[in-house]
């Protein structure tokens, strides 16, 4: 059964906009860690935020947060004040158990492109 | 964030031949490093995960004696795609882990090799 939900193919958004990117999961497990990948053109994995499922808070980093809704099951990110330079493919993944275990390996989503319009 | 180099960074080679792909972790130790493989338009696909100093693991339905995994240190894996043939063409990447703390590790990806086999 696929773990990693990403529904939408590909969004537009205009430049300095908001945009949510959605991601669900589905897990067994109360231990997990969630992540966010951006892959430009170029083919390189950029990690943007981390969230553990047992973090209080949404994670944050910079432009990036991650709307963490644990009943859920949802993890969308949200990239404030886009910018040209977003456009990208954006990976959600998710990795269990949070720690221990020799392979703690993640699983993709299938991935949301996402284009900024000037 | 940390940073893992691949090399090469493409690579075209007859049917036949053997080809081998490098990942280092240049500002840390990664006692484990994953090896993904990705088709155009799709999304990451665990190969294996290559631990460093013992065999390596392998995904169900990737055959181990063709996708040859060393992880030699505790910087450097190895992926040698032996007797490549077309099929065999694709993006390969890999990953290192990075323990941040107790409770949080991080995967940070190398820019990937693009293989094109003729």
């Known amino acids: 059964a696929q773990k990693i939900t990403q529904t939408q193919p590909g969004m537009f958004v205009q430049e300095k906009e908001a945009v949510t990117l959605d991601c669900t999961y589905d897990t067994s497990d109360p231990s997990y860690g969630l992540f966010w990948y951006k892959q430009p053109s170029s083919g390189e994995m950029i990690f943007l935020i981390y969230?553990?499922?047992?973090?209080?808070q949404n994670a944050t980093e910079g432009r990036y947060s991650l709307n963490f809704q644990k009943a859920r099951k949802s993890a969308n990110l949200v990239i404030s004040a886009s910018q040209l330079g977003d456009s990208a493919m954006y990976f959600c993944?998710?990795?269990?158990?949070?720690?221990?275990?020799?392979?703690?390996?993640?699983?993709f989503g299938t991935g949301t492109l996402l284009a900024v319009q000037p | 964030g940390a940073v893992v180099s691949q090399h090469p960074s493409w690579v075209i080679c007859k049917s036949g031949t053997s080809v081998k792909i490098e990942c280092r972790s240049l500002?840390?130790?990664?006692?484990?490093m994953f090896w993904y493989r990705q088709f155009p338009k799709q999304s990451l696909m665990l190969m294996a995960t290559?631990?460093?100093?013992?065999?390596?693991?392998?995904e169900q339905g990737v055959e181990k004696d063709k996708f040859l995994i060393n992880h030699a240190s505790l910087t450097l894996s190895t992926l040698t795609v032996t007797s490549a043939h077309p099929e065999d063409s694709s993006f390969y990447i890999c990953?290192?882990?990075?323990?941040?703390?107790?409770?949080?590790?991080?995967?940070?990806f190398g820019p990937g090799t693009r293989l094109l086999v003729l």
């Open positions: 993944a998710m990795r269990e158990p949070l720690y221990g275990g020799a392979t703690n390996k993640l699983i």
């Open positions: 969230q553990g499922s047992y973090d209080q």
């Open positions: 990953s290192a882990r990075d323990i941040v703390f107790e409770y949080q590790e991080t995967q940070y």
């Open positions: 290559s631990n460093e100093g013992s065999k390596a693991t392998y």
């Open positions: 500002d840390f130790q990664a006692t484990t």
